[in-house]
């Protein structure tokens, strides 16, 4: 291993070992999402990927 990699290995470690215990927290006292915001979600996922479907079966 090269310096370049030692210190990408490093950088890693230290983003893991600061941003885990803030992305546990924000996930535990995250907000719940109702049906609604859901079908919100859903819809348009959908609408993307029947035009993408689309767009491929064009070619």
Known sequence: ???????SALALLA???ILFPAAR???KNSPQGTSSDWMGFVIPVI???LFVTFLVMLV
């Open 1 to 7: 291993m090269d310096w370049m990699e030692i210190i």
């Open 15 to 17: 983003f893991i070992v």
């Open 25 to 27: 927290e924000r996930i």
């Open 47 to 49: 609408v993307i990927a």
